[in-house]
């Protein structure tokens, strides 16, 4: 059943691995519900949208019918599912890869080794769409559950899943032998983009969740410096744009105010200390709107 046309509808992982850090995702967005897994739709309260909870396997094909006008879920779901949707944003969590992998002490070391051989995989899809691109034929098993212990059971050759740390495959005795892709959460819409009241309430959404994805891995970093170093510093930290400098009452220094990266910020502030800065600040960013 469609969405009302005055509501937005998101379908989300019912529950799983990925459940907790949508639910902080959607409320980092502003937005105030109260979530019941047993609950099929949850209202949000102060926006005009709808969570539908499901099995992640399901949601590319509720958005590509137009069930649901958006979807989280896995990038590996999307992609076995092969539904007509786009990716609007990836949302940097739930990373993971999925890979072949061999036996450490058996004969298959390569991707083209696998050619006739038997791989166990939840996602057989992906694996005949990869193989077929590369010409090569094998048997697939479909396994819905362990499917690192079948090489051990005589079950497979190889298996095709997917690895976070890649541990669970080392314990079993399994070796990667080749990556067949790369994997994160991201939103989903149907390929046919919405139209009316449901586009706007689309851009106002997503408008909201890149606010919070930009802020990600942002400080917001306060300081005094001497005037001479102005050159300097913009230098190291280039703000959005261009960082912020104000006048204080000395004449000889000026307040400087920048966005930095957090992967660089400790390097940044020692090259700040020699130029002369001071009396620095840093602050999280919970929102952040180019």
Same mark, same amino acid.
């Given at each position: 059943?469609?969405?009302?046309?005055?509501?937005?509808?998101?379908?989300?992982?019912?529950?799983?691995?990925?459940?907790?850090?949508?639910?902080?995702?959607?409320?980092?967005?502003?937005?105030?519900?109260?979530?019941?897994?047993?609950?099929?739709?949850?209202?949000?309260?102060?926006?005009?949208?709808?969570?539908?909870?499901?099995?992640?396997?399901?949601?590319?094909?509720?958005?590509?019918?137009?069930?649901?006008?958006?979807?989280?879920?896995?990038?590996?779901?999307?992609?076995?599912?092969?539904?007509?949707?786009?990716?609007?944003?990836?949302?940097?969590?739930?990373?993971?890869?999925?890979?072949?992998? *061999?036996?450490?002490?058996? +004969? !298959?070391? =390569?991707?083209?080794?696998?050619?006739?051989? &038997?791989?166990?995989?939840?996602?057989? #899809?992906?694996?005949?769409?990869?193989?077929?691109?590369?010409?090569?034929?094998?048997?697939?098993?479909?396994?819905?559950?362990?499917?690192?212990?079948?090489?051990?059971?005589?079950?497979?050759?190889?298996?095709?899943?997917?690895?976070?740390?890649?541990?669970?495959?080392?314990?079993?005795?399994?070796?990667?032998?080749?990556?067949?892709?790369?994997?994160?959460?991201?939103?989903?819409?149907?390929?046919?983009? *919405?139209?009316?009241?449901? +586009? !706007?309430? =689309?851009?106002?959404?997503?408008?909201?969740? &890149?606010?919070?994805?930009?802020?990600? #891995?942002?400080?917001?970093?306060?300081?005094?410096?001497?005037?001479?170093?102005?050159?300097?510093?913009?230098?190291?930290?280039?703000?959005?744009?261009?960082?912020?400098?104000?006048?204080?009452?000395?004449?000889?220094?000026?307040?400087?105010?920048?966005?930095?990266?957090?992967?660089?910020?400790?390097?940044?502030?020692?090259?700040?200390?020699?130029?002369?800065?001071?009396?620095?600040?840093?602050?999280?960013?919970?929102?952040?709107?180019?």
């Amino acid at each position: 059943m469609p969405a009302p046309s005055n509501r937005l509808r998101l379908a989300v992982q019912k529950d799983g691995r990925i459940t907790e850090e949508t639910h902080l995702l959607l409320r980092a967005m502003g937005l105030d519900f109260e979530f019941r897994s047993r609950s099929l739709f949850t209202p949000c309260r102060n926006f005009p949208l709808d969570l539908l909870s499901v099995r992640d396997d399901d949601i590319p094909e509720y958005v590509q019918d137009g069930v649901s006008d958006l979807g989280i879920v896995g990038e590996n779901i999307a992609a076995e599912r092969n539904a007509a949707v786009t990716i609007v944003e990836r949302l940097g969590f739930g990373k993971c890869t999925l890979v072949f992998c *061999a036996p450490r002490n058996g +004969s !298959v070391r =390569t991707l083209e080794q696998l050619a006739g051989k &038997r791989i166990a995989t939840s996602y057989p #899809g992906i694996v005949q769409r990869y193989l077929d691109s590369r010409n090569l034929s094998a048997e697939i098993i479909e396994i819905s559950g362990s499917v690192e212990i079948t090489p051990a059971l005589d079950v497979a050759d190889a298996t095709c899943d997917i690895v976070s740390t890649g541990s669970t495959a080392r314990v079993n005795g399994l070796d990667v032998i080749h990556t067949v892709m790369s994997s994160e959460v991201i939103l989903i819409a149907p390929d046919r983009p *919405a139209a009316g009241e449901k +586009s !706007v309430l =689309t851009d106002r959404l997503v408008r909201r969740l &890149r606010s919070c994805l930009n802020a990600r #891995g942002r400080k917001y970093v306060m300081m005094n410096a001497p005037a001479a170093a102005v050159e300097k510093i913009r230098t190291l930290i280039p703000g959005m744009k261009s960082p912020t400098i104000m006048p204080l009452a000395d004449p000889s220094l000026v307040a400087v105010h920048s966005v930095v990266g957090e992967d660089v910020l400790w390097d940044v502030l020692e090259q700040l200390n020699r130029t002369g800065a001071s009396d620095i600040v840093i602050l999280p960013i919970e929102k952040l709107i180019p």
